[in-house]
């Protein structure tokens, strides 16, 4: 039986070339995308990175914050597994902590994180607004979230070069590499996902304040993201620490 779409499951059976079929599918631009993503998300001491998959955004953060603590949460075994290894191989294992988790049920107390992050999984979470309202729930006040996702473009003059190379251009990559029908999925979430502006409004309605969108790659991917109210409390004590993680 074939995994469902967009499932841990499913990201089990790709795991081994996802790496490669991301560099391949972004040409090459996904580490500049994923450095906007971080950009966006402030100075946090704790963050939590969600959809973390086999751990870029995540080692990228401890590296650009020699002080702060990640945890990556993410539905495949077989993602964490690979960014496992490469979470050891770049010594950041005192740093950085990867869990199997669900964005929409996370298993962490209110408050606990001064930011999180998504890198193009929100698009593969079946119930968004639960998500996002987790999100905020696990977001110490004045916490910032910022999600980085793929989608259809709805307008400017290469409208139809982006679409082309959505359409065919991935899916092709995909069997080329994988011989996975899991790419086509790929390509059908991308046209389904709401337009920028409808997204922004799921944030907002969400809970999040100052939700701000970043158009990048001719309108085929954005970053969004938004702040919960600052207040009393903060972020618990910085640490990976104390979380289940397969690196170990």
């Not at 391949?24 to 995308?33: P, R």
């Not at 409208?159 to 080329?176: D, E, S, T």
């Not at 970053?223 to 993680?245: E, L, W």
């Amino acid at each position: 039986m074939s995994a469902q779409a967009g499932s841990g499951a499913m990201f089990d059976r790709i795991a081994p070339r996802y790496d490669l079929l991301n560099r391949l599918m972004s040409l090459g631009m996904d580490n500049q995308w994923r450095k906007r993503l971080l950009d966006a998300a402030g100075e946090p001491r704790l963050l939590l990175d969600l959809a973390t998959g086999t751990g870029d955004v995540a080692i990228a953060a401890a590296r650009r914050w020699s002080n702060a603590a990640i945890v990556g949460l993410d539905p495949s075994k077989e993602m964490l597994a690979l960014g496992a290894g490469k979470v050891a191989r770049a010594g950041l294992t005192d740093r950085v902590a990867l869990i199997e988790g669900d964005a929409q049920a996370l298993p962490f107390e209110d408050g606990r994180f001064d930011a999180v992050t998504m890198a193009f999984g929100i698009r593969n979470v079946p119930d968004r607004p639960r998500a996002l309202k987790e999100m905020r729930r696990v977001l110490a006040p004045g916490g910032r979230v910022t999600i980085l996702e793929l989608g259809e473009p709805a307008d400017g003059a290469f409208i139809g070069v982006a679409r082309g190379f959505i359409h065919n251009v991935i899916p092709a990559l995909g069997r080329l590499l994988s011989s996975k029908e899991e790419y086509r999925y790929l390509a059908r979430s991308i046209a389904a996902f709401p337009r920028a502006c409808d997204f922004a409004r799921i944030v907002a309605e969400a809970g999040f304040e100052e939700v701000a969108v970043s158009r990048l790659m001719l309108g085929s991917v954005h970053v969004f993201s938004g702040s919960r109210a600052a207040g009393r409390g903060g972020a618990a004590n910085v640490s990976a620490r104390g979380f289940d993680s397969p690196a170990q």
